[in-house]
């Protein structure tokens, strides 16, 4: 896996995944600062949809933005409480499109 805040692939879409870390025993503060702050997201990054394990240790969070630099935005808000690694994706149908050429 890439470095904590790296791109591990670039695609052409806009669509990125953001898998964050929590810190140990930092659960109940994260969702403390969402519920005051939101998510505390810069224009242009959308939230689209996220999953957290039954542990609380790690939190798979789909975002949409044109920037990836928007990412460092939003990371720097929470990077006292868990650190990020921000990888691109595409859905199966533009993977199975991208990839159909070579079947």
């Known amino acids: 896996m890439g470095k904590s805040n790296e791109v591990v692939a670039e695609v052409e879409i806009n669509a990125l995944h953001g898998h964050r870390i929590f810190n140990a025993g930092a659960a109940v503060d ?6 005051d702050y ?18 609380y240790f790690r939190c798979f969070q789909l975002m949409r933005t044109d920037d990836r630099a928007l990412f460092d935005v939003w990371i720097k808000a929470w990077s006292d409480l868990g650190h990020f690694e921000i990888i691109s994706v595409r859905t199966s149908a533009e993977a199975a499109q991208h990839i159909a050429d070579k079947l």
């Open 38 to 55: 939101g998510r505390q997201l810069p224009p242009g990054l959308e939230y689209v949809d996220s999953w957290v394990d039954l542990d």
């Open 30 to 35: 994260i969702y403390r600062r969402a519920h």
